[in-house]
């Protein structure tokens, strides 16, 4: 069929239309999709930013220092003939690493060979019994060996024994043993730089200054012979000592001087006491007799359960 040229430019005009019609339809905008894009292969990673520090000033003012409290720790000398030992890097021990202890400024002196007597009393289990303790101190000025027997009525014996060398800084245990139904023993060698017990717990770190469970009695007694001024109420002593199952840092903290009445007259004593460690800890109470070169007078041992064992003293055998 032929088109007239008025029909041509109609057929044109609706050609145009069409195209235009598709155009827009092409380009119209999208509309939004509120399902979330899948970005397989993406990785994911998150980092935690610090806040910023405060100035100084602001810093003071929200965090107010802490009340002091005395510490005695032992303190290097300005001007000593020893080289002080430089603390060691901590490094874990599974039977507990207890803490390096710096030297005390002066020689520590040992007091002289002895026997003191102390009244025993046990409370257990809710029956108390009587007896009678006996430490057998002996020292020749380089070695020592400390002796504490326990005995009363009903109860099997218990000996517990240290030896050792005296040095500048006082008694470095080498044997420590702890008999009542069996005998346990811990071994303190400084040449390998570790402690061994008998019962086959985990071997611990050994440094210098570290005491064991009697030691440690005799080991605070000639610090506070050697420097008196140093041990005030509120002052904490820390000694690393090691039991026959481990090694840690014991706190010692001077709660004052009293007047004891005990079996062996009436003594004017310190008192230092550490408190329990754990649940499952004892309390340790301790008061030495400055009139008798600090001489331990009383030792009070309180068990969680509440049962107490308490030595008092009662006489002094001089060698």
């Not at 002996?138 to 326990?150: C, F, H």
């Not at 517990?160 to 060698?189: C, K, M, N, W, Y």
Request: glycine residues 6%; positive net charge; charged residues 20%.
């Amino acid at each position: 069929m032929i088109l007239g040229r008025h029909g041509r430019r109609k057929q044109l005009a609706l050609l145009t239309v069409a195209v235009l019609a598709v155009h827009l339809l092409v380009l119209r905008p999208r509309a939004p999709v509120l399902a979330p894009e899948r970005t397989a292969g993406m990785p994911f990673a998150t980092r935690t930013l610090a806040p910023p520090a405060l100035p100084p000033s602001v810093a003071a003012a929200a965090m107010p220092p802490p009340a002091a409290t005395r510490v005695v720790r032992p303190a290097p000398a300005p001007r000593s003939t020893r080289p002080a030992a430089a603390p060691a890097a901590a490094k874990p021990a599974t039977a507990g690493t207890p803490p390096r202890a710096t030297p005390w400024p002066d020689a520590l002196t040992a007091w002289p060979s002895a026997v003191l007597h102390y009244e025993l009393e046990i409370r257990a289990r809710g029956a108390s019994s009587q007896g009678e303790a006996r430490l057998d101190w002996r020292q020749d000025g380089q070695r020592y060996e400390a002796r504490l027997e326990l005995a009363a009525p009903g109860r099997r014996p218990r000996v517990q024994q240290s030896t050792g060398a005296i040095g500048p800084q006082g008694l470095v245990p080498e044997r420590f043993s702890d008999r009542s139904r069996g005998e346990q023993a811990t071994h303190f060698d400084p040449a390998t730089g570790r402690i061994v017990f008998s019962n086959n717990q985990p071997q611990a770190d050994w440094v210098a200054g570290v005491q064991d469970r009697l030691s440690v009695v005799l080991q605070l007694a000639l610090l506070a012979a050697a420097q008196p001024a140093r041990f005030v109420p509120g002052t904490e002593v820390v000694l690393p000592t090691a039991t026959t199952r481990d090694a840690q840092a014991w706190t010692f903290r001077v709660t004052g001087e009293e007047d004891l009445v005990l079996p062996g007259g009436t003594v004017a004593a310190l008192k230092l006491e550490r408190p329990p460690r754990g649940e499952y800890d004892q309390r340790v109470e301790l008061w030495l007799a400055p009139g008798q070169a600090y001489a331990p007078v009383r030792l009070r041992l309180t068990n969680p359960d509440g049962g107490w064992v308490d030595q008092r003293w009662s006489s002094t055998d001089r060698r």
